[in-house]
């Protein structure tokens, strides 16, 4: 991974995280400080959700997060989407860093990047109309200059949604044209970085194929950039240019998409990817991988895999494993590419 | 050989509006002795109700309407309620998608599983109590004995799946119905779970209907598929004659609109428009608004092209192997 420091604007990936950690937790009042600090009280559980993560996302690539349950994707997404500050470290959207960003910049840095959820229900206010749904955000920050019913046709047509049906309610949609509304939603905003967190993960196999499909097309029409959080490793491959794969808060590979697919180097890429269900008639073994993912409250030492690691040994159990480069853009963070290497 | 499961032309329905809709529509499916089948669908399309029919699941005012279950040469759309409560649990097995619904959460693991022991067998609570540790055991719990103590919400997700089926394992059942165990769990842990579900049922014999949206899940694990939209059985068979010679436009649409299908970053085949609602079903056959094959013969509605085993329902079908 590059880091030059006399990156400018114009040169800068559209984002750039630097040893972004997140933790979540209750802060102790002043009473159990006290009976911490005199051993009378536990500390409260903090939960690491995001360990020193370094990523950087190039404008109009397509980086797809994958990642088991309770790994920090979501959480990752959402730092990169702007609406969650990291706990230490710092985000840097075109070269400038976020949390220094105020007034208009800090509002274009906000609305450039939109976040597309997974319950598209959940995300919809219930009460109000398709058409309301759209307009809301554009039109308190000024952006519809015009009509606003057709500035709001405009976005529906363009996430494949009938505009004449924009005065009906949510509930009377099916999953996938709320995932449209919802898309048409982000869009209106004129973003350049869309963040889809397990946004087509709800929707029945051939419903999904209709909206990665239309993510796809308007990559092309409106020259997106998107961050695409998934469990799902099928649909990553098939619309990633870029991949990086979250274990319990780190990022432990990240690679083009064909050459992680080809050549996985980690020992947790490589049994994650032997578990891609793909249709193939004939009775198989379905291998599994041991044990389940730690709790992120009391992350194992070291290396974050080496419980569930075959070829863990007394290094990984004690010392952090440095994400390094590999090959030209691949970068994998275990100890056994020293050993090799030596 | 006869099957063990056998079921003729069922029709569930549900009351809407002063007419019945047919949630299963004539579906003809049968099981035999170790034999895994997939019934794949997407929702709506009828395969938890035809799950649930079998069971002798479905509430009032939903009913089974005509046809037959014959399970062992029985008929169970005819037995009275005695019947059906004494086989389910013991001969018919249920696992659910979300284990967190099949166990109650204010009894311990143990109390559970040993209820469901006595509400069948006569046994003291030693031997109750030893049976249940085992099954914990058999589905890869590790420390059943201590576990048998703890409530359902000590348990990770993947770990409740099985004790779920640790439970359904428990009476050893000629057939479990498996109703997407799992859906709600991540790749590695579906793939513990499916291992282990392989293991079990191989060594005892055990014959499965495994109802799942998962195409590539049922690749590895089933003997034969079944296809269900709109609550039809559009297409059946050896699962690697359907998988490669897929006769219907919907099984061929749903096996090209899998993303790991297709090159990547290309664009997906897709299955123009959506599922209507049973209340909206087109006459004749239910799939011909969304295909491109369709024509005025298919107003009618299709019959079953083929025999008892291998079917499909189409008065198109491709004869050409996918690509």
């Keep these: 991974m590059s880091m030059s420091l006399t990156e400018t604007p114009a040169t800068a990936p559209l984002l750039d995280l630097r040893q972004v950690s997140r933790t979540f937790g209750s802060r102790p009042d002043l009473a159990a400080r006290i009976a911490i600090a005199l051993g009378a009280a536990k500390p409260p559980p903090v939960v690491h959700a995001l360990d020193e993560v370094n990523l950087t996302v190039r404008k109009g690539e397509v980086l797809g997060l994958v990642g088991e349950s309770g790994c920090g994707k979501s959480t990752l997404g959402r730092i990169a989407a702007g609406i969650l500050p990291p706990s230490s470290g710092q985000v840097l959207w075109k070269g400038e860093d976020r949390q220094r960003l105020s007034g208009r910049q800090l509002r274009d840095a906000d609305l450039a990047a939109q976040m597309i959820f997974q319950n598209p229900m959940a995300a919809l206010n219930p009460r109000m109309s398709i058409e309301t749904l759209v307009a809301e955000a554009p039109q308190i920050h000024g952006m519809i200059q015009g009509d606003r019913s057709a500035y709001v046709d405009d976005y529906l047509r363009k996430a494949g949604f009938d505009p004449a049906m924009k005065r009906r309610l949510p509930h009377q949609f099916s999953g996938g044209q709320r995932a449209r509304v919802n898309i048409a939603r982000a869009l209106a905003v004129q973003p350049d970085f869309l963040v889809c967190d397990e946004s087509v993960a709800a929707l029945d196999v051939s419903i999904q194929a209709q909206i990665l499909n239309l993510f796809m097309d308007l990559r092309e029409q409106l020259d997106l950039t998107y961050l695409f959080v998934s469990h799902d490793l099928g649909v990553v491959e098939h619309i990633s240019d870029r991949v990086a794969i979250m274990y319990l808060g780190r990022v432990v590979e990240e690679a083009p998409v064909a050459e992680v697919f080809a050549r996985p180097n980690h020992p947790y890429t490589q049994q994650l990817l032997a578990e891609v269900p793909r249709i193939r008639p004939g009775k198989r073994r379905f291998a599994a991988m041991k044990g389940e993912l730690p709790s992120p409250l009391d992350p194992p030492k070291g290396c974050h895999f080496h419980p569930r690691c075959p070829m863990a040994h007394e290094r990984c159990r004690v010392e952090v494993p440095k994400r390094r480069e590999i090959a030209p853009g691949h970068s994998s963070a275990c100890h056994l590419n020293d050993q090799q290497a030596a | ?323």
């Excluded at chain 2, 035999?32 to 799950?51: A, D, F, I, M, Q």
């Excluded at chain 2, 008929?75 to 967190?100: N, Y």
């Excluded at chain 2, 693991?109 to 003291?124: C, D, F, P, R, V």
């Design chain 2, 1 to 323: 050989m006869t099957p063990l499961l056998d079921v003729r032309d069922l029709v569930t329905v549900f009351p809407s509006d002063g007419r019945d809709l047919r949630a299963v529509d004539e579906v003809s499916l049968q099981v035999h002795r170790g034999e895994v089948l997939g019934l794949v669908g997407e929702s709506g399309s009828g395969k938890s109700v035809t799950g649930f029919s079998i069971m002798g699941l479905v509430d009032p005012p939903g009913r089974i309407a005509a046809g037959q279950i014959l399970f062992d040469g029985s008929d169970l759309a005819k037995a009275d309620p005695e019947t059906r409560r004494s086989l389910r649990g013991r001969r018919i097995a249920m696992v659910f998608q979300d284990p967190m619904m099949t166990l109650n959460p204010v009894l311990r693991i143990g109390t559970q599983m040993t209820e469901t022991l006595h509400a069948h067998e006569t046994l003291s609570r030693q031997e109750a109590h030893a049976r249940a540790r085992d099954a914990l055991g058999q589905v890869g719990i590790p420390s059943p004995e201590e576990r048998l103590a703890a409530y359902p919400h000590q348990f990770s997700g993947g770990m409740r799946q099985r004790v779920a089926i640790a439970i359904a394992l428990l009476h050893r059942p000629d057939l479990i119905i498996a109703d997407e165990p799992t859906t709600a769990l991540d790749v590695t842990i579906q793939a513990q779970i499916i291992s282990e579900f392989q293991k079990l049922t191989e060594d005892q014999g055990t014959a499965v209907i495994w109802i799942t949206h998962d195409l590539a899940i049922v690749s590895g694990l089933a003997d034969r598929i079944a296809v269900m939209y709109g609550g039809r059985i559009v297409e059946t068979g050896p699962i690697t004659e359907v998988l490669e010679r897929p006769r219907h436009p919907y099984t061929r649409g749903l096996i090209r609109s899998v993303p790991s299908e297709n090159t990547r970053g290309t664009r997906l085949a897709q299955i123009p428009g959506v599922t209507p609602g049973l209340a909206r079903m087109p006459q004749g056959c239910a799939f011909r608004t969304r295909c491109a094959r369709a024509d005025s013969t298919c107003a009618e509605r299709p019959g079953r092209f083929g025999t008892d085993q291998t079917y499909h329902r189409c008065f198109h079908p491709h004869e050409e192997a996918l690509a």
